[in-house]
């Protein structure tokens, strides 16, 4: 029986645009509700950020996995966080601006997104279509805050070879390159599937009870999270090739007319 949805939202849930049908996932979701499974968004976005592309309504029955998932948020408030130790963010960073100086680093914390002073406009707004509180700062050394996440927008698409670079942090961060223009750093041992795990403990709700939907390399630890995992028309070959069943890709509803189907 199935009692938890889980999506992830960029390349997955939300189509090319960055939105998904409004009406169509009213309707699901009413089903949803209807039959008791929970919905929750699982996604590199910030809280804040998932909470305005659902809206005040919508969002009110989301659980969401954000920044990395590295917080849980659900109906306005946090029920859960892994911080990564602000020496070792701070380490981090000092690699990656060694490692190249023109890529992009999110350095987020429980305050805001900080990217540096010179980042350019294109790319600091691409940088606000994930993130609804960003700042901007001339020196990312001088956070003083625990770190939610570190990011890193690489335009050249770099990063499944910046990120060997940063090995000697393996077992001080959770680090993964979800794509060749991203990469994402987060808390030792802290990925979509360890706090998948402490929502389905939240909700006494088991790993056969959940099915989940991904496109990227960093939702395989999701899929491993799960009794039925779907990966997107659109996937990479690989992650295609780790799930149970392939779906729609997400410019044709693939999410939920899976989830329609299922309940």
């Keep these: 029986m199935i009692k938890?949805?889980?999506?992830?939202?960029?390349?997955?849930?939300?189509?090319?645009?960055?939105?998904?049908?409004?009406?169509?996932?009213?309707?699901?979701?009413?089903?949803?509700?209807?039959?008791?499974?929970?919905?929750?968004?699982?996604?590199?976005k910030q809280c804040e950020r998932v909470e305005e592309l659902f809206g005040p309504e919508l969002s009110k029955n989301v659980w969401i996995l954000g920044d990395s998932a590295t917080r849980i948020k659900h109906n306005g408030k946090y029920v859960y966080e892994s911080l990564l130790p602000n020496h070792i963010g701070r380490n981090i960073i000092k690699k990656l601006e060694e490692i190249a100086s023109d890529h992009i680093i999110i350095a987020c914390t429980p305050t805001a997104a900080f990217i540096k002073e010179s980042t350019p406009d294109k790319e600091a707004q691409m940088v606000r279509g994930s993130y609804a509180v960003v700042k901007k700062t001339s020196d990312l050394s001088e956070i003083t805050e625990d770190f939610v996440k570190i990011t890193i927008f690489d335009p050249k698409l770099r990063c499944l070879e910046s990120v060997k670079e940063l090995e000697a942090f393996k077992d001080q961060a959770y680090i993964v390159a979800s794509e060749a223009a991203w990469i994402d750093?987060?808390?030792?041992?802290?990925?979509?599937?360890?706090?998948?795990?402490?929502?389905?403990?939240?909700?006494?709700?088991?790993?056969?009870?959940?099915?989940?939907?991904?496109?990227?390399?960093?939702?395989?630890?999701l899929f491993a999270q799960a009794g039925i995992s779907f990966a997107m028309e659109n996937a990479f070959d690989e992650v295609k090739s780790r799930a149970d069943f392939i779906t729609k890709n997400n410019n044709e509803n693939g999410v939920l007319r899976a989830i329609e189907k299922l309940i």
């Design 4 to 44: 938890l949805v889980i999506t992830d939202l960029d390349g997955t849930f939300l189509n090319s645009k960055g939105d998904f049908d409004h009406e169509y996932y009213t309707d699901v979701s009413k089903k949803m509700q209807k039959k008791e499974v929970v919905f929750a968004a699982c996604t590199g």
């Design 185 to 221: 750093i987060s808390n030792y041992n802290v990925h979509k599937g360890t706090t998948v795990m402490e929502l389905q403990k939240k909700l006494n709700i088991s790993k056969e009870e959940t099915i989940v939907f991904g496109d990227g390399y960093n939702d395989l630890e």
